[in-house]
């Protein structure tokens, strides 16, 4: 499998499992906004999850080396100067 269909697949298991809440939900009355919101959060979680399980050695993440600081920068199919880049950007971001 490919590094470009990764995403793709992360996003069709999460959108089953959203779609799968919905129904759920829309069983037992529940107002549609509430459904809409909860079917979103889950596929949301899902999607970041499945990403980060399947395709997390495809990522490279560069951490703020500040004490407490939890900023982070995930990249994924850069090259050595654009990947040079995010590093200095997680190691000196205005935002401590
Ligand atoms: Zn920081």
């Known amino acids: 499998m490919t590094a470009r269909l990764l995403p793709w697949l992360c996003l ?5 499992f959203g779609l799968a809440i919905a129904l ?7 107002p549609l906004s509430l459904t809409l919101a909860c ?4 596929a ?11 395709g997390g ?3 490279t993440t560069y951490r703020c080396p500040a004490p407490g600081c ?13 990947s040079r880049h995010w590093q200095e950007t997680a190691a000196n971001h205005p935002t401590h």
């Open 24 to 30: 759920r939900l829309r069983s037992h009355d529940v």
């Open 57 to 59: 050695r495809a990522w």
């Open 39 to 42: 079917a979103l959060a889950v």
């Open 12 to 16: 069709a298991v999460a959108a089953l």
């Open 70 to 82: 939890l900023f982070e920068v995930r990249v994924r199919g850069v090259d050595a100067g654009e």
């Open 44 to 54: 949301h979680v899902v999607d970041r999850t499945a990403e980060r399980v399947i």
